[in-house]
T-cell receptor
Framework: GAGVSQSPRYKVAKRGQDVALRCDPI?????LFWYQQALGQGPEFLTY????????KSGLPSDRFFAERPEGSVSTLKIQRTQQEDSAVYLC?????????????????FGPGTRLLVL | AQKITQTQPGMFVQEKEAVTLDCTYD???????LFWYKQPSSGEMIFLIY??????QNATEGRYSLNFQKARKSANLVISASQLGDSAMYFC???????????FGAGTTVTVRA
């Protein structure tokens, strides 16, 4: 497909379980982002990859969250020992380039998200 | 840090009428981009329109237009000729020109009535 895809679309986990969320960015897109969206809120930045390098993970809530993009395309967000407060929609986005020059535009294209519910 | 404020949690609009969604932002960056996204119930964030802080003209994309007032730090979205398919959550977002992180507002839910 032409857009960003994510799987699974829905995930129910028992508290304490590990989960893995997958993101397939648009082919050729260099930059990849993960966001967390709590119910009724806007997305919050989690982490940023430029190709396979994770340049920023400042938004990851705890060390239970881990993301990787080993070959610079598909990315996986892993949450270990899930807690109820991890329940949210996890959105992946990609862009063709990297930083934007002054006044330039680099639109982030989002996938449909994974809705995670931790019971 | 950037702060995006969307003061309207929900709005109703009659089909074929126009609706304006408010967005104000707070930043110290001299150069930045403003974005609007639509999020239907399916969950996907759909890019609608972009405005650069140094753009002289207000951005337009089909039925979407952005009323950009830089001095007031305001970037309101206008949807003209509303359609039933416009019912969704709408998010305003901002990104400094030398950064990659998008900061989002809390969103506005739009419901279009037939």
């Amino acid at each position: 497909g032409a857009g960003v895809s994510q799987s699974p679309r829905y995930k129910v986990a028992k508290r304490g379980q590990d989960v893995a969320l997958r993101c397939d960015p648009i082919s050729g897109h260099v930059s990849l982002f993960w966001y967390q969206q709590a119910l009724g809120q806007g997305p919050e930045f989690l982490t940023y990859f430029q190709n396979e390098a994770q340049l920023d993970k400042s938004g990851l809530p705890s060390d239970r969250f881990f993301a990787e993009r080993p070959e610079g395309s598909v990315s996986t967000l892993k949450i270990q020992r899930t807690q109820q407060e991890d329940s949210a929609v996890y959105l992946c986005a990609s862009t063709l380039g990297t930083f934007i020059s002054r006044g330039g535009q680099e639109t982030q294209y989002f996938g449909p998200g994974t809705r995670l519910l931790v019971l | 840090a950037q702060k995006i404020t969307q003061t309207q949690p929900g709005m109703f609009v009659q089909e074929k009428e126009a609706v304006t969604l408010d967005c104000t932002y707070d930043t110290s960056d001299p150069s930045y981009g403003l974005f609007w996204y639509k999020q239907p119930s399916s969950g996907e964030m759909i890019f609608l329109i972009y405005q650069g802080s140094y753009d002289q003209q207000n951005a337009t994309e089909g039925r979407y237009s952005l009323n950009f007032q830089k001095a007031r730090k305001s970037a309101n979205l206008v949807i003209s000729a509303s359609q039933l398919g416009d019912s969704a959550m709408y998010f305003c977002a901002m990104r400094p020109a030398d950064d990659y992180k998008l900061s989002f507002g809390a969103g506005t839910t739009v419901t279009v009535r037939a």
